[in-house]
């Protein structure tokens, strides 16, 4: 899928999530008597926004709008397979903990970031991922005494 | 010369452990954020914020604060070593420092980066003083209608002068303002937009978001950046002040700086422009104007001592009117509230001591970033050429367990998640993601603003350009949304060939 089109899914998004603000917003109420209701900022809101994705779109299709960014395979597939361990953390953080859960995550992202490992490359990594929950332990849990979530480990 | 005197108190104040501790780790963060090609101010203070309100009040805001100001020495190292922007606001300091760097004297352009900082800081300091009372007195007469004019032109300067695309930077906007919407209806009651979800109910904490879109969208943009590239060489002693240098660029350096807080002050422009208008100035009453771009002094002192100024001309519309005018201010805005105050003219009479305590940490952590920078450039240096694949999983990590902090809620780091996601997708298809946050911030008081004016006025919105304040704002902001809209149309038909 190229940019462009991405950017026109993305514009056509907007202008159903901005017909469905405007709907929503009459059911609110767009005034009560002489008062504005609920419904008065959406309904504004929700015009707004399905008005300028349609422009979008008609900027996007008459070739009017020029992206100079691109979705790269390589920087993409990094993005979603970190957006994906990031996901398995929060699915997993209720039965193992942050702190265990973080320690996990730190070689998943490393590993996506730069697959071939050397032993050095794997030595630091490891180090780092022991380290860096100890180190916030002591800040969350002690020093700001947040209650970071504790798996059957008891960290 | 009162506001000075509370300045010289705030300082005083400044100076307890605590807030050093708390100036300090903020100007360090804020060093290495300067040269980290990937991460900007306004994702260092996000990273950082729900660390930072740990701290507690004005410790808090003076280590954010810190983050801030501290990346904009930190950006100039690797501009000049390397010839790649730590950020933004650094990029012109990319054509003359480094351009001087290449031939042999990196030393002399890092000592002046450093000393045009820090006096384009201490003018920037006391103009914050002096000027920040009056504009929040003028502001204490503003009522609803006055104040929603003022933040309907903040929020559309923001937006039009913030992005390359003016309607995608509305339309950001927009969405901004309705996740702002999400939760209860703070005057009528019922929930809105909440999808059943109970956890909605109290609507989207504007933090949650901020950190999510800066602190991982933006890592998601950079993934696989490597710096590459070699340092050039400088000598320590090179990097004590030069007094000749100095005395050559006093007028460029005071200049810079004045310009660039006054263009600063407006919501929008930020550093970033305030430091090509201050190189662009610096060029053209230069007497060798020819000299720029080929390694002038000029033009390291110029943008050095201009983004430095216009970083404290941001906190002016901050502190004296609660209206952030950039991402990072708009995190700042995060942490004020989040430490229990509400930025805007009130914030002066209420909590005097607080506001002149955080100033008075911004002159410290001036004097702090001159010594640190000059010892620490080695080390700032090579953090630029620390793998990604080391530095991300810390920074990733750091975010998750800090954005749950802020409530405790493995929601909001899916919120966060999903934000993040959002925000990769907006940065690739050139929607700013700063209005999206303003929209998020100042919706709900601008929803709230408009809606108790026409309640007083029982409906009619002629209200709204009965008080001529009101009017003249709304002026301004058909203005700036129009203007530039014209510009380029006169642009586009004269570019056409004379036979159409």
Known sequence: MTTTAVDRLFAGILLLLGLYIVWNALEYGYMRGTTPGPGFFPLWIGLGLTILSAINIIRSVTGAEKLDATFDATGLYKALSIFAAITVFILLTPFIGMLTGTALLIPVIAFVLRPRWTLRFAATIAAIALVFPVACHYLFAVYLQVPLVEGPLGF | ?500
């Open chain 2, 1 to 500: 010369m009162e506001p000075l005197i509370l300045l010289g108190e705030g300082i005083v104040r400044a100076t307890t452990p605590e807030l050093l501790l708390a100036t300090l780790i903020g100007v360090l963060v804020g060093l290495v954020v300067g040269v980290l090609p990937g991460i900007g101010p306004a994702a260092g203070t996000a990273i950082m914020l729900p660390v930072a309100v740990g701290f507690g009040g004005a410790a808090a805001i003076a280590g954010l604060a810190g983050i801030y100001y501290g990346a904009m020495f930190g950006g100039a190292v690797t501009s000049i070593l390397l010839g790649i922007p730590g950020d933004a606001p650094s990029v012109m300091t990319v054509i003359d420092g480094h351009a001087m760097a290449k031939r042999g004297e990196a030393g002399r352009a890092l000592g002046m980066s450093v000393y045009a900082s820090f006096i384009g800081g201490v003018i920037g300091i006391v103009l914050l003083a002096l000027l920040s009372v009056p504009v929040a007195q003028a502001a204490l007469a503003f009522g609803p209608t006055e104040m929603t004019a003022l933040m309907c032109f903040a929020l559309s300067l923001v937006t039009v002068l913030g992005g390359r695309n003016i309607i995608k930077g509305f339309t950001a906007l927009f969405l901004g303002m309705w996740v702002g919407m999400i939760g209860l209806d703070p005057i009528a009651g019922p929930t809105r937009y909440t999808f059943g979800f109970v956890a909605l109910f109290e609507g989207i904490e504007f933090t949650v978001i901020a950190v999510g879109l800066y602190g991982l969208s933006e890592i998601f943009v950079s993934l696989g950046q490597e710096t590459t590239g070699k340092l050039e060489r400088y000598s320590f002693r090179s990097l004590l002040p030069n007094l000749r240098d100095l005395v050559e660029c006093k007028a460029v350096l005071v200049w810079s700086s004045l310009v660039s807080f006054f263009v600063g002050v407006v919501p929008g422009v930020g550093s970033t422009a305030s430091t090509m208008l201050a190189y662009a100035t610096a060029k053209k009453y230069s007497k060798n104007p020819d000299e720029f771009g080929r390694g002038s002094i000029k033009g390291v002192a110029a943008p050095e001592a201009a983004n430095n100024s216009a970083s404290y001309a941001a906190m002016i519309p901050l502190f004296a009117l609660g209206i952030p005018g950039s991402g990072t201010t708009a995190v700042l805005l995060g942490g004020l509230l989040m430490v229990g105050l509400q930025p805007g003219p009130l914030l002066f009479a209420t909590n005097p001591d607080f506001v002149w305590t955080v100033f008075g940490s911004f002159w410290i952590g001036n004097m702090m970033l001159v010594v640190l920078t000059t010892l620490l450039i080695p080390v700032l240096a090579g953090i630029v050429f620390i793998s990604t694949a080391f530095l991300y999983p810390i920074v990733i990590g750091l975010v998750l367990l800090g954005v749950y902090s802020i409530h405790y809620a493995m929601s909001d780091v899916t919120i966060a998640l999903i934000a993040g996601a959002i925000g990769f997708v907006m940065l690739k298809l050139d929607y700013s993601p700063v209005p999206l946050v303003l929209g998020l911030v100042l919706g709900p008081l601008l929803e709230r603003g408009v809606r108790r004016t026409l309640i007083v006025s029982e409906g009619n919105l002629s209200i709204f350009w009965e008080s001529p304040i009101a009017l003249g704002f709304f002026l301004l902001t058909l203005g700036v949304i129009l203007i530039p809209i014209a510009m380029k149309r006169v642009a586009a038909f004269r570019a056409l060939p004379p036979s159409l």
